[in-house]
């Protein structure tokens, strides 16, 4: 007799017993051993539980611990990255105290009030967010990201806050899932709109923490809703506008893959985003290629700058006497800000993806208009 908390194929094992343990750490060493960079491990909060019909329930996070140590022991490089839907409090847990248990954890509460900003243009609920997970051990990290190959959960807004986002981003029931989730890719997610599709990524790159992509997100993939459940977001790559998209030879893949006339593989792959300047792709090099030359968003302190216009995100980053400023408009009107030249320590803003470099006037402000759906990096 099992337990099972999703599927009733799927039991739950009994992680308190010592021998379950044991081959847990066997299962992580044959694939350390094949050459895995790490595990992203599903759903911790249930891993680490104990379980049986008269048990209180309770965590063990030592778990975590033992599996960290047997991790680095194995293999120094490797990462473990968590899964964890749970307060921001409770989130330290997980991380420990001196950051020993898990390295990364996907951020949660990052991402649901993201996805609120995105379909509202109320940047209030994110800040907060932001705020909550400003604190973690200083040999850990936040994970960000936009979509996974799961559901967009939203089980922890407000009912009223997860009205607005259905209504914007996932308004027909069979874009819904589990009554808390929305079960589309980005790009539909957004209308397949260029301007807002940058942002978000531009959002993304430029959070505190590790920036994480979901296959397929950087050429604007679609979803097939004709599947069940999470299989909707699950189709295969598309590589090329070959048969199967390049993705397999075989007469019948798998899962299918998507076709229709706006986002199926002939019209949406690699192969021809590679060679368009101006494709989602190249675009995307280009911010990653930026994003990685920018350790002051690495490796430097934060805040948020207040401006005038509500729905403009303003982000300071401050490492080794360089900062970076980090803008995003998140209306569909533009939106003009400024910002006191001491805030930023210099008169000078330099743009790193465009040449708008901006300086400040004579009563010590730069002052910057922002597109629609706007967006800026600049250093002083």
């Not at 991790?71 to 950051?99: C, H, I, K």
């Not at 089980?155 to 607005?164: D, F, I, M, N, T």
């Not at 209504?167 to 589309?184: C, F, K, V």
């Amino acid at each position: 007799y099992y337990f099972h908390r999703f599927y009733p194929f799927q039991a739950d094992l009994d992680t308190m017993n010592p021998a379950v343990r044991r081959e847990i750490m066997r299962v992580m060493g044959y694939w350390l051993q094949l050459g895995v960079a790490g595990f992203r491990m599903d759903a911790v909060p249930f891993l680490i539980s104990q379980k049986g019909a008269e048990v209180q329930p309770k965590k063990d996070y030592e778990l975590l611990h033992q599996m960290r140590d047997f991790l680095q022991w194995r293999r120094r490089d490797a990462v473990m990255l968590t899964e964890a839907n749970v307060p921001a409090d409770e989130s330290l847990e997980y991380f420990g105290e001196l950051g020993d248990r898990v390295q990364m954890m996907l951020n949660f509460p990052v991402n649901q009030r993201l996805f609120y900003a995105l379909a509202t243009a109320d940047i209030k609920p994110l800040v907060q967010a932001l705020k909550a997970t400003y604190r973690r051990p200083y040999a850990a990290q936040w994970v960000n990201f936009l979509r996974s190959h799961d559901e967009l959960d939203l089980g922890r807004l407000s009912e009223a806050q997860r009205s607005r986002v259905f209504d914007a981003l996932g308004p027909e029931p069979r874009m819904q899932l589990y009554h808390r989730g929305i079960r589309r890719r980005l790009a539909p997610m957004l209308d397949n709109d260029r301007r807002r599709l940058e942002l978000a990524f531009s959002l993304l790159f430029t959070l505190p923490g590790t920036p994480m992509l979901q296959y397929g997100d950087e050429i604007g993939m679609g979803e097939d809703l004709s599947l069940p459940e999470r299989e909707s977001a699950r189709t295969p790559m598309q590589w090329s506008a070959d048969p199967n998209g390049g993705f397999t030879t075989a007469r019948r893949p798998v899962r299918p893959l998507v076709s229709d006339p706006i986002y199926g593989y002939q019209r949406v792959n690699v192969e021809a985003q590679r060679r368009d300047p101006a494709s989602m792709l190249n675009w995307m090099e280009r911010a990653i290629r930026m994003r990685r030359e920018c350790p002051e968003i690495s490796w430097g302190d934060w805040e948020v700058l207040s401006t005038e216009a509500r729905e403009v995100l303003a982000m300071r980053y401050a490492w080794d006497d360089h900062v970076v400023v980090a803008l995003h408009n998140f209306a569909a009107q533009p939106r003009a800000i400024s910002l006191q030249a001491r805030a930023v320590r210099d008169r000078v803003l330099v743009s790193l993806l465009d040449t708008e470099d901006t300086r400040a006037d004579e009563s010590g402000r730069h002052r910057i208009q922002l597109d629609a759906y706007g967006y800026r990096w600049s250093r002083a």
